[in-house]
């Protein structure tokens, strides 16, 4: 199958945000397979498509973590603006 083509100047299209309800179904699907359970082709695909984006966002926070970290030096001190989001 040949490469597609893609003028330097047009973006590959990307997928958007994951949401939460997206990643519950991920949560469930991920626990039916640690148990054996079967899963269907459409679960594997959503595995599949948000996989990717799910391990970069990961890895990104535990970056931002480690600078945390090594700024102060202790976490516990740390007030994360989204957690008080709701307060």
Do not use: W, Y
């Amino acid at each position: 199958m040949p490469e597609p083509h893609t003028a330097p100047d047009i973006p590959l299209a990307q997928a958007g945000p994951i949401s939460d309800e997206a990643l519950r179904q991920i949560q469930i699907i991920g626990a039916q397979l640690q148990s054996g359970s079967n899963i269907t082709e459409a679960e594997v695909l959503l595995l599949v498509q948000c996989s990717g984006p799910i391990a970069e966002e990961c890895l990104k926070r535990r970056q931002a973590m480690r600078v945390v970290h090594d700024c102060t030096g202790d976490l516990s001190n740390v007030t994360f603006l989204e957690d008080r989001r709701d307060v």
